[in-house]
């Protein structure tokens, strides 16, 4: 199996594309913490679901629109999994994160703040703790979508924390390899998938289905989870610093 024996961390691994992504790692050899805010019943039927694949697995509750959410996620891996000297993190995915309309001009502090937090802020704090603790293949792969690229309507400040992680992983990419050599780091951006987040969008469906020439439908979450598998795998040694985008053709850079 391509992930044999790998240690992946996926946050948001509760549901949707992330539940998707952490099972396709188990099913290819990893290991895999997941992490939730809410959905406890959820994130244990993930975990549930991996140790049944004959792989190790835990699900912790770490809030990514949090200061801490680094420390505690390093924390689950110490306990579960002993990463320390010994044993290493190869796989971060960075998937959690929230949407909702946030148009310009109905602006709300309150909401603004809160995607900035979530998206932006808790990957930060995630790749500063959890960095040192990275195997020489150490895989980064954040979740941002198609509208970092390419204009959704009301979507202003998910748009903006979305572009703006994609600009980080460049960073990341760009600046960790001097302190860790062989981590490589990339964004992977969904155009719009099946999942809970998608719900109150159904009018906008028939449009996209339109304009996505593969299939003409909606995005499955497997059609994410299998492209982000192999980019955690040693066969993406050469990719850095890019965002793969995964919509079916609908965005075409
Ligand atoms: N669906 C799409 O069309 C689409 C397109 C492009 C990009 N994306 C991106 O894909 C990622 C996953 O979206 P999805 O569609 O799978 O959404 P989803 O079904 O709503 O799942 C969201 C996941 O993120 C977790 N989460 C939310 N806020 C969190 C927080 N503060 N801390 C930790 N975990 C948190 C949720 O945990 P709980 O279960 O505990 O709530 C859940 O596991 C997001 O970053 C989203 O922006 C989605």
């Given at each position: 199996?391509?992930?044999?024996?790998?240690?992946?961390?996926?946050?948001?691994?509760?549901?949707?594309?992330?539940?998707?992504?952490?099972?396709?790692?188990?099913?290819?050899?990893?290991?895999?913490?997941?992490?939730?805010?809410?959905?406890?019943?959820?994130?244990?039927?993930?975990?549930?679901?991996?140790?049944?694949?004959?792989?190790?697995?835990?699900?912790?509750?770490?809030?990514?629109?949090?200061?801490?959410?680094?420390?505690?996620?390093?924390?689950?891996?110490?306990?579960?999994?002993?990463?320390?000297?010994?044993?290493?993190?190869?796989?971060?995915?960075?998937?959690?994160?929230?949407?909702?309309?946030?148009?310009?001009?109905?602006?709300?502090?309150?909401?603004?703040?809160?995607?900035?937090?979530?998206?932006?802020r808790g990957p930060m704090l995630l790749v500063r703790d959890l960095a040192p603790f990275l195997s020489s293949t150490g895989r980064i792969l954040a979740n941002t979508s198609i509208v970092a690229r390419h204009p959704a309507p009301d979507q202003d400040a998910y748009t903006a924390s979305k572009a703006a992680l994609e600009a980080l992983v460049r960073q990341w990419a760009y600046t960790l390899p001097d302190h860790y050599k062989g981590v490589t780091a990339n964004s992977f951006a969904p155009g719009p998938v099946v999942t809970d987040m998608m719900k109150g969008y159904e009018a906008l469906f028939d449009k996209v289905k339109e304009d996505t020439p593969v299939d003409r439908r909606l995005g499955e979450v497997g059609d994410i989870a299998d492209v982000v598998a192999w980019m955690a795998g040693e066969e993406s040694r050469w990719i850095t610093g890019q965002s793969i985008q995964l919509n079916g053709g609908r965005l075409m850079l």
């Open positions: 199996m391509s992930l044999n024996n790998k240690l992946a961390v996926v946050t948001g691994g509760s549901r949707g594309i992330g539940a998707a992504i952490a099972l396709e790692l188990a099913k290819r050899g990893a290991d895999v913490l997941v992490t939730y805010t809410s959905n406890q019943s959820k994130a244990e039927s993930v975990k549930d679901q991996i140790t049944a694949l004959g792989r190790r697995s835990a699900a912790i509750r770490a809030d990514q629109s949090t200061i801490d959410v680094g420390k505690v996620v390093l924390k689950g891996l110490q306990e579960s999994f002993g990463v320390g000297a010994e044993r290493k993190l190869d796989i971060l995915v960075i998937n959690a994160g929230i949407s909702s309309r946030t148009p310009t001009l109905d602006f709300e502090l309150e909401k603004f703040t809160s995607f900035m937090n979530t998206n932006v």
